[in-house]
Structure formats: C-alpha cells, structure tokens
T-cell receptor
C-alpha cells in the first residue's frame, strides 16, 4: 500500500508560535489528503480535506485561519498551526485517499504537538 | 452528527478470542473498516466490509455486520500479546470522509 510520512514526529513549541507539519505520500500521487486530530485516549476527528491545487475543505468547528492547509503538489500537504496555544496540543495525523475499490486510506505515523 | 460507539476497554488472556463491538446511528455507509493503532503511531487498516456483506473472515479476524441493529464486530481468534493496541471502527461517508468510533483499548495478558 501507499507509504505516508509525517515530519516532524514530535514538536514542542512556545505559546504564540506557529508550527508546520508536513505530510508526504512517498509512492503515491495523492490528489486528496485528510488531516485528523486525536486527543489523548480519544478518537480521531477529521479536521479538513486537503485537495491538490485548491482550497482545503474544513469540517464544522475547525478554524481555517488557525489551521492553514496547503496542498501544493501531489505528494505533499502541510498543516500549519498558527499562534499555537496549549489547547492545540494534540496528535495530528494525515492520510491519503487512494481511490481504490474499497477506498482505503493510508495513514501517516502522526505528529505529537506540545504547546507550552 | 453521527455517533459511532465502542466500549473503551477489553482485557483478554493470551490464546483466547477477543470480540470488539461497534454501534452506529447512520446506516448509509458503503464501507465499514477496522483499524489498529499502536502506541504513538498512525493507523493500520486490518479489514473492511462492504455494506451488503454479513460476514468476512480473514485469517484470525472475523467481521460481523448486522445492518438491522447497526452493529459491527471484530473477532480476533487466538489473541496474542502483539494484538494489544487500540482498535477503531470507521465508516465511510460522502467525499471519502471517515467517521471513527471512540476506540477500544485491547489488553492481552499472558
């Protein structure tokens, strides 16, 4: 299946700074990528759908100005958490859609963000 | 929004069978999945069923789907310590969006 990487795997930052998380599809051209957020011991919540060459589609309740998504190429989508605050601390996971017969998504290993 | 519920925790002895349950409210999903998440890692697809399937068996895994009761289950036969993880059911919605269950933490003890 498709291999998805994320960078960094872990980041600690001060409150008020911005953090960029990269999601790369290493062996698959992904026109669509998904960004999820997972709080400790909770489920994954879809934040937004990232579309190559166009604006991302955000889920209800997700601030698009706070979580900037750029999908400039078929292999890279980035999520920037702007002016991060401690409540933004979470595990962020991306996935790619494959468009295969059963719509499998391949997930990145996740990025642990801690905002002090 | 849609509710997808799972029991939070399951503890089994090594060698026994594990059954993880998932209930949902919206029955319009075409595909239903089971994912496994190990500590600090992303998700791995274990298996899936199409909405017109009642059962699917794949080696140690058996998935049962009861559409009438909106209930999906995952049975792991001969559970091993390496099966310890969090298991999520997920339903495919429009525009390829996945709605995840609350997750079940499976602990396997010797």
């Amino acid at each position: 299946g498709a291999v998805v990487s994320q960078h960094p795997s872990r980041v600690i930052c001060k409150s008020g700074t911005s953090v960029k998380i990269e999601c790369r599809s290493l062996d698959f051209q992904a026109t669509t990528m998904f960004w999820y957020r997972q709080f400790p011991k909770q489920s994954l919540m879809l934040m937004a759908t990232s579309n190559e060459g166009s604006k991302a589609t955000y889920e209800q309740g997700v601030e698009k100005d706070k979580f900037l998504i750029n999908h400039a190429s078929l292999t890279l989508s980035t999520l920037t958490v702007t002016s991060a605050h401690p409540e933004d601390s979470s595990f962020y996971i991306c996935s790619t859609g494959t468009g295969d017969s059963y719509n499998e998504q391949f997930f990145g290993p996740g990025t642990r963000l801690t905002v002090l | 929004g849609e509710d997808v519920e799972q029991s939070l925790f399951l503890s089994v002895r090594e060698g026994d069978s594990s059954v993880i349950n998932c209930t949902y409210t919206d029955s319009s999903s075409t595909y239903l999945y089971w994912y496994k998440q190990e500590p600090g890692a992303g998700l791995q697809l274990l298996t899936y069923v199409f909405s017109n399937m009642d059962m699917k068996q794949d080696q140690r895994l058996t998935v049962l789907l009861n559409k009438k009761d909106k209930h999906l289950s995952l049975r792991i036969a001969d559970t091993q310590t390496g099966d310890s993880a969090i298991y999520f059911c997920a339903l495919l919605r429009v525009a390829d969006k996945l709605i995840f269950g609350t997750g079940t933490r499976l602990q396997v003890f010797p």
